[in-house]
């Protein structure tokens, strides 16, 4: 799994690029300004750096292009100093056929580009060289190094270990155990509580399917990285990358796209569309929290806990649907679930166990049928999705009373990988009349399959059957 610390220290690189390039090109023009000679076209200061800071965003692309933004990529300085080569030749190659085509003049002179070009490339290393010596003393701090419980003996074990000295501030063996076959649940969940170890890695020339299933099985309930050398890979997924620690090639079994990029840019896109929606829609909050107030007794909102991401508890902000003498929580004289559904008929309460819904609800009021039936309700989602416990997109939230259902500790590992979302796979593929195991199903499809253009899609149909009050488009 990926480290909070790794992923900003990736994101804020692309600002520093950034910077560097519009500094690169103010130096070639006060270079070339301060040569003593006059500019051979008119062209003022500020147009020109106006369209280099609207035109470098394009330059960043080609860095991505070219892997310089690829996280947790151990290669060396000199590597990335070529790639960094390579993508600055190509944008100033476009830079230079843009002036050429262009109507009007770009540059005031022939050589500020070239200028420019050189410039990039020595400030761009020189911020990339300070951003490695700051991951370097955060390191020191033990910040963004994975601790590494490592498996294996054999040629293979003894190479890995020795590249792993080489990027000390990346890695930390903590903990090993000599081969697979010494490897129990137990030492595992030892070496987890007592080393809180990050990733499981294994080079082994022994192979043992079993048990390396094991290993994978308990990385994965307990959100540990799982790498291994590709002399014992028997490939499990399709969602297996290929990575180097020094010349060591390593395949890493990556459960979810939303590790990485992925991750940043679904949060990055929740937090634009939920604040948009969240501004557009306050007043209508605001209407609906007043007739709450004035039609039952009781708070208008409901704080109901459930499993965020990684397991932890989250409290889930919806519009309260549920008649006083049926709402749960301290607020209601500590009712449960229990004393709810004791007052049921019988069939409703059976249904209830069975899916953790009820068709015909008695105990939602008149108001909050309507709100349920057009998701007014889980508006004050919204409010979640920009404190960062919900995404617009995932996973239903899992209510700890719903555990067995969805299949116990193994399964809830898998479905809190990432964040719940408000709407999901399931709630536009036919909603409550889907049976709770194929709900499951498509979480986990979900999960393992995502992308941005199904978050698209999803929130496309989640708006129509809003809209239309359709289930299942």
């Known amino acids: 799994m990926r480290k909070r610390s790794e992923l900003l220290m990736a994101t804020l690189q692309i600002p520093v690029d950034y910077a560097m390039l519009v500094v690169s090109f103010v130096l070639a023009y006060l270079v070339r300004e301060g040569s003593g000679k006059p500019f051979s076209i008119e062209v003022p200061g500020y147009t020109y750096l106006n369209f280099m800071i609207l035109f470098l965003p394009l330059w960043l692309v080609v860095f991505a292009m070219v892997g310089l933004y690829r996280i947790r990529s151990d290669r060396g300085n000199w590597i990335d100093i ?108 030892k070496f987890r509580e007592s080393r809180q170890i990050d990733v499981v890695m294994v080079s082994d020339d022994t192979p043992n399917e079993a048990r390396l299933l094991e290993i994978l099985s308990f990385c994965q309930q307990n959100h540990i990285g799982y790498q291994f050398a590709p002399t014992i890979a028997g490939i499990y997924t399709s969602k297996i990358i290929s990575s180097q620690i020094g010349s060591i090639p390593v395949l890493e079994l990556r459960p979810t796209p939303l590790e990485g990029w992925g991750r940043v840019f679904k949060r990055v896109f929740d937090v634009i569309i939920t604040t948009i929606i969240t501004l557009l829609s306050l007043p209508l909050q605001m209407v609906i929290y007043i007739a709450i107030r004035l039609s039952e007794p009781g708070p208008a909102l409901y704080l109901h806990e459930c499993y965020g991401r990684s397991g932890s508890k989250i409290n889930v902000y919806k519009f309260r649907t549920m008649k006083a003498e049926y709402s749960l929580g301290p607020k209601f004289g500590g009712r449960t679930i229990e004393d709810v559904l004791k007052k049921l008929p019988q069939d409703k309460a059976d249904e209830f166990v069975r899916s953790a819904k009820i068709k015909d609800d008695p105990r939602v009021s008149r108001l909050g049928r309507f709100m349920r039936s057009t998701s007014l309700d889980e508006l004050p989602q919204l409010f979640n999705v920009l404190k960062g416990d919900l995404s617009l997109v995932g996973p239903r939230p899992l209510p700890e009373s719903e555990l067995g259902l969805v299949g116990g500790e193994k399964k809830l590992a898998q479905i809190v990988m990432i964040r719940p979302g408000i709407t999901g796979l399931w709630q536009v593929s036919g909603r409550s009349e889907l049976e709770y195991a194929d709900r499951t199903k498509l979480n986990l499809f979900y999960i393992e399959n995502w992308t941005v253009w199904m978050d698209i899609n999803i929130l496309a149909k989640t708006a129509w059957q809003v809209v239309f009050g359709r289930n299942g488009v």
Do not use: H, W
């Not at 600055?88 to 002179?109: E, K, N, Q, R, Y």
């Not at 070239?114 to 955060?138: E, H, N, P």
């Not at 994975?146 to 000390?168: D, N």
């Not at 063996?173 to 030492?187: F, G, H, P």
């Open 82 to 189: 070529g790639k960094i080569v390579a993508a600055c030749s190509a944008g100033v190659m476009v830079l230079i056929l843009v002036d050429f085509l262009a109507t009007d003049a770009i540059f005031p002179a022939k050589i500020i580009p070239i200028y420019g070009f050189v410039f990039a490339i020595a400030l761009v290393s020189l911020g990339r060289i300070v951003m490695t010596i700051v991951q370097k003393l955060l390191a020191r701090q033990g910040i963004g190094v994975y601790r590494v419980l490592f498996i294996g003996s054999g040629q293979s074990a003894v190479e890995l270990r020795a590249a792993l000295k080489q990027f000390k501030r990346r890695y930390r063996v903590v903990a090993s155990i000599a081969t697979l076959n010494d490897v129990t649940t137990e030492k595992l969940e």
